[in-house]
């Protein structure tokens, strides 16, 4: 389990990119925020972009206005995780380094404010999403990642266009429930883990909420950021606050 001590933040969904300046400037002003608050550790759950297509896209001017600023949070002392979404799963080491973040695995046990909490993106918990679990195992998949980054920048942005376009496609044809988490999935993550919080985003339905499947047990939903939504959760011996980075 990593051991915080002190003051965490928890993101999730920002969605960056370069067409949308309004949502990267109040992530740059969170994070000047998290610095002058004197947060010990940032976590960063994962679509921290609207998508990643390699490290090597680095030399964007937008990615490296964001990796500039993830570097100053660092260096004022905040200690940065990242743990991959499914829009930017590709973050890889060459992000890390010049970052400075610290790369996690799918899920992590962490203790912060004295409650061992269980940190996911979210979307391992749509278990009745089958079409999104399939493509997700395949895009995961290290032969995949090897044959999607053996393209040049200009293939990979094309396919990610077209992959954007079936997912969207795709979901207006969903339910609602089947999009969202799963209790019994819910269950599991929390009977696996022996933890008694959980964080995630993904589902883009902030919330609290106190599964039936998990006694004594509280599961935190973080927002996606949007013009008029967008959050953040602070953590510390005190309890859990639902921070509000609208305005």
């Given at each position: 389990m990593l051991d915080v001590k002190g003051k965490a933040r928890f993101v999730s969904d920002l969605h960056l990119r370069a067409e949308r300046p309004d949502l990267s400037g109040r992530f740059f002003s969170f994070l000047e925020d998290t610095a002058n608050s004197g947060v010990d550790a940032l976590f960063i759950l994962g679509d921290l972009f609207e998508y990643w297509i390699g490290d090597d896209d680095l030399d964007d001017a937008f990615n490296r206005s964001v990796a500039k600023q993830l570097r100053?949070?660092?260096?004022?002392?905040?200690?940065?995780?990242?743990?991959?979404?499914?829009?930017?799963?590709?973050?890889?080491?060459?992000?890390?380094?010049?970052?400075?973040?610290?790369?996690?695995?799918?899920?992590?046990?962490?203790?912060?404010?004295?409650?061992?909490?269980?940190?996911?993106?979210?979307?391992?918990?749509?278990?009745?999403?089958?079409?999104?679990?399939?493509?997700?195992?395949?895009?995961?998949?290290?032969?995949?990642?090897?044959?999607?980054?053996?393209?040049?920048?200009?293939?990979?942005?094309?396919?990610?266009?077209?992959?954007?376009?079936?997912?969207?496609?795709?979901?207006?044809?969903?339910?609602?429930?089947?999009?969202?988490?799963?209790?019994?999935?819910?269950?599991?993550?929390?009977?696996?883990?022996?933890?008694?919080?959980?964080?995630?985003?993904?589902?883009?339905?902030?919330g609290r909420h106190f599964p039936a499947t998990a006694a004594d047990c509280e599961r935190w939903v973080l927002s996606d950021w949007e013009q008029n939504r967008g959050d953040a959760l602070e953590v510390d011996s005190t309890g859990v606050r639902r921070l509000d980075l609208t305005r």
């Open positions: 100053q949070l660092v260096t004022c002392g905040t200690r940065t995780f990242f743990l991959a979404g499914n829009r930017d799963f590709l973050i890889g080491p060459r992000f890390a380094a010049e970052t400075g973040i610290e790369l996690l695995p799918d899920t992590q046990k962490v203790g912060a404010g004295g409650t061992a909490t269980l940190l996911l993106h979210g979307d391992t918990l749509c278990t009745d999403d089958l079409p999104y679990q399939e493509f997700r195992h395949l895009v995961r998949s290290e032969a995949w990642q090897r044959q999607f980054l053996g393209r040049s920048l200009a293939e990979r942005r094309a396919e990610v266009a077209r992959l954007r376009q079936r997912s969207a496609e795709a979901m207006e044809a969903k339910s609602a429930t089947i999009m969202d988490v799963n209790a019994e999935a819910v269950g599991a993550a929390f009977a696996e883990s022996a933890c008694r919080r959980m964080i995630h985003g993904h589902t883009h339905r902030p």
